[in-house]
């Protein structure tokens, strides 16, 4: 493929003169026919790395992801470009399923999405090899890792399918890899190429500030009032995002709030209301952001210490892309280790009570064992938990884990619009309308609304067939759903609950398949994570560019002279070399001897500037990381001591 066709394929489909840094050579290397791990971070442009081959190349090229959400978004930009793509999620029918499959195998499909589960069922598995595949690529591929900070287990038998496809190249993307998990996912894909491309995660315009602070609302009023722009506020609990958001409101502040609970109609008037800036500031949890682009955000808070870096690494990224200055703030006081430490805890439920909300929700459904496979059951956590007499945020929890291993799968609220197609052919249909003049009319509406409702599945809304046709709403659903009974269409309607879809016939609990080794494993790294990011936000001598760069195995970037230490560091008058040796002698002294502010001062090495070693002391003072007691001795507040008290 000469330069000129690729950039053609991206002028034409996607309208942009040039790619990114990297991107051509991921792309090349895949149209190369090499195995390939691209490292580039959120918002690098990802997806391109793939889509642009996908259509430089004849044949199909099978997208994994683990996010239905994006999956979605990502099927629907491509079909809006006049591109051929489906995506087969939990939640359709066996026909939508079986559709688009035979739309891969027979008909000119360039994307099919699926999740890791689906790839591996015996439908794909027996059809794989009747399709052209020209690039299996595997998104976020750091969930094959059990080091990885989102390890789901149905990513590791994607392996499988290369046997069954072994000329296929892989492509694997992701935004965070730490240098253990970059190898884990090349064995565990089973690379026969080492080509991996990274693009250097450091953020040059993004300063990195760590707060200690017990008045968080009032600081995040100043952070609103003094940076100017659209900002993102993340919190852990969904109620917070309201209470923020009104207090916000209150104080004159343009905010809003979102999170997973808000169903997805709302979500999206709420999430465009600040993408067009009708809306300044968005308080949310962390569901916010995902595949969001904006790239004007100009301060990211955190009032909740996030359980890794990595997590917290995405979520700081959101500001700034524009390349123009932003900040990323993070504000904690010591009652956040604390909370951080026993949110650890409850998002590892004891195995056993996983399996006992695991068998509590078979017995709900009254599914037999060997039962349920694919079968999508309305859900509602709070009757459910309340009916087991089950505490909420363990089912919460215990959902979470059951769903990362494969088991099941929730989706929220209306995060499926309705659908059409239709089973009776062309000649079929005609017949029909013929002897049933009754629907004549509203198939012919029906035909004239929308296009392609012979060969896939086509969202429709009610509401518009309504305008369009003059009747009530009540009386659409009801044509439908007698079309549907006598098998012209199929009328998938809209879920207005959150579903639960069992990926698996139900097992006995017995016979879950969590070892207790895996589960103890898992939580160690969990464990380690949240250390990390404990030790970021406690660490006032490294750079925190610096820091979370090590973190991700880059060690040859320079510290960025904008985040809070580096500021420090300026003003102190030191480099950062001289920085951290004041700082890890005066620590030394502290906590060899009691001293006085006095003592120490007088026994500092005679070499070192007076200066200097004031500038870094009164830091370390305004920052609270030592502290004078009643008796003027100094203390080293570190890990230890807060903890300790
Ligand atoms: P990632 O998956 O790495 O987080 P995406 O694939 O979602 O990132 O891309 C982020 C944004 O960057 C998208 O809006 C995309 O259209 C844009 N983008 C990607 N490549 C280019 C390019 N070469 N020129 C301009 N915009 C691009
Ligand atoms: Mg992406």
Not at 194 to 212: D, G, T
Not at 257 to 276: C, P, T, V
Not at 307 to 331: C, M
């Amino acid at each position: 493929m000469s330069e000129l066709n690729l950039q053609s394929v991206l002028l034409k489909y996607w309208g942009f003169s040039s790619f990114r840094p990297m991107q051509e050579d991921i792309i090349r290397s895949a149209i190369g026919g090499n195995d390939t791990l691209a490292l580039l971070p959120t918002g690098g442009g990802k997806s391109l790395c793939y889509q642009v081959p996908g259509m430089a190349m004849a044949g199909l090229c099978i997208v994994v992801s683990p996010l239905i959400a994006l999956m979605k978004d990502q099927v629907e930009a491509l079909k809006d470009k006049g591109i051929k793509a489906v995506g087969i999620y939990h939640g359709l029918s066996k026909a939508e399923i079986d559709n688009a499959v035979d739309n891969c195998v027979y008909g000119d499909v360039k994307f099919l999405y699926m999740s890791p589960e689906r790839l591996t069922t015996d439908l794909i598995r027996s059809r794989i090899t009747k399709m052209n595949v020209n690039l299996l690529a595997i998104d976020e591929a750091h969930c094959i890792s059990q080091w990885g900070y989102d390890f789901r287990p149905p990513y590791l038998r994607i392996a499988e399918i290369r046997e069954l496809i072994p000329h296929t190249p892989v492509l694997a993307l992701t935004a965070t890899a730490t240098p253990q998990v970059v190898a884990d996912i090349q064995e565990k894909l089973q690379f026969s190429d080492q080509r991996v491309f990274q693009k250097s995660f450091e953020r040059k315009n993004l300063a990195y500030v760590v707060i200690r602070e017990e008045d968080k609302l009032n600081r995040l009023l100043k952070v609103c009032q003094n940076v100017k722009g659209t900002g993102v506020v993340y919190v852990r609990n969904r109620k917070r995002t309201r209470e923020i958001s009104d207090w916000l409101m209150q104080k004159g502040v343009s905010a809003d709030f979102y999170h997973a609970g808000l169903d997805s109609r709302e979500r999206d008037a709420r999430q465009d209301a600040w993408m067009k800036e009708k809306t300044r500031i968005i308080v949310s949890t962390n569901a916010f952001g995902m595949g969001i682009d904006k790239p004007n955000v100009r301060f990211v808070v955190h009032m909740d210490l996030p359980d890794s870096p990595e997590a917290y690494f995405q979520e700081a990224g959101r500001g700034g892309r524009d390349g123009n200055k932003a900040y990323a703030i993070l504000l904690f006081n010591n009652s956040d280790t604390i909370d951080l430490r026993r949110f650890h805890e409850q998002s590892f439920p004891p195995l056993k009570d996983i399996k006992k909300v695991y068998n509590s929700l078979g017995n709900y459904y009254q599914l037999a064992i060997g039962s349920g496979k694919d079968e999508s059951m309305p859900f509602d956590l709070v009757s459910f938990a309340s009916h087991y007499n089950l505490n909420p945020v363990l089912v919460f929890n215990a959902l979470g884990f059951l769903e990362k291993e494969g088991y099941l799968a929730i989706s929220e609220a209306l995060a499926n619009p309705s659908r059409i197609m239709f089973m009776a052919n062309n000649e079929e249909l005609y017949r029909f309308q013929v002897a049933n003049p009754r629907y004549d009319p509203f198939i012919k509406l029906l035909l004239r609304s929308y296009s392609g409702l012979f060969t896939e599945f086509t969202k429709i809304r009610e509401q518009d067939i309504s305008r369009r046709a003059g009747i009530d709403i009540a009386v659409v659903r009801k044509m439908l759903n007698e079309l549907h009974n006598m098998k012209i269409l199929h009328y998938k309607a809209q879920n207005e609950t959150p579903v639960i879809t069992f990926l698996q016939g139900r097992v006995a609990a017995s016979d879950l398949n969590i070892s207790k080794a895996v589960y103890k494993e898992r939580k160690v790294f969990a464990r380690k994570r949240m250390q990390a990011m404990i030790d970021y936000v406690e660490s006032f001598t490294t750079c925190r560019s610096l820091y979370l760069l090590g973190y991700f195995g880059e060690t040859t970037a320079q510290r960025c002279g904008q985040c809070d230490v580096c500021l420090e560091q300026n003003k102190a008058g030191v480099s950062e070399y001289e920085y951290k040796q004041l700082a890890d002698m005066i620590r030394q002294r502290i906590e060899e001897e009691e001293v006085s502010m006095e003592d120490l001062i007088r026994k500092l090495d005679m070499n070192i500037s007076e200066e200097k070693a004031m500038g870094v002391l009164r830091y370390l003072l305004d920052n609270r990381i030592i502290i004078e007691d009643a008796m003027m001795k100094l203390h080293w507040k570190d890990k230890k001591s807060e903890t300790a008290g």
